[in-house]
């Protein structure tokens, strides 16, 4: 509603590509919808079985990786670049272990694609 209401000019989006997902809201179709207004993006991930909520209370396990949960990484990053999001940060709310481990996975998945 923020997007479509205020100027392009002056307010752009700063997207997660794992709460859109949790939210029920494929970030490819926010990419698309919002081409140019969205300059940085979250890069993470969500594990199957999370239902669709408005809400941060997703248990702390259902974080991934990017690449280890039910997110279409290689499509988001495509519909991301055709956006023209410029940068990216990838990161991980919660994590089963060492959070630097799970950086390290998620860089090396990026970084094979």
């Known amino acids: 509603m923020l997007l479509g209401a205020a100027d392009p000019q002056l307010v752009s989006l700063e997207l997660d590509m794992m709460w859109s997902q949790v939210a029920g809201v494929s970030p490819v179709s926010v990419l ?5 207004r969205i300059p940085l993006m979250h ?3 969500v594990k199957r079985g999370v239902p669709k909520m408005y ?4 248990p702390r396990d259902a974080f991934a990786e990017v690449g280890n949960g039910v997110i279409e ?3 988001v990053l495509a519909a991301a670049r055709k956006a023209g999001v410029r ?9 089963p272990g060492n959070p630097v481990d799970s950086l390290r996975q ?4 990026l970084r094979k694609l």
């Open 43 to 45: 890069l993470k991930d």
């Open 87 to 95: 940068h990216y940060f990838v990161e991980q709310d919660q994590t």
């Open 73 to 75: 990484t290689p499509r």
């Open 32 to 36: 698309e919808k919002y081409h140019g």
């Open 106 to 109: 998620s860089f090396e998945y």
């Open 55 to 58: 809400n941060e209370r997703i």
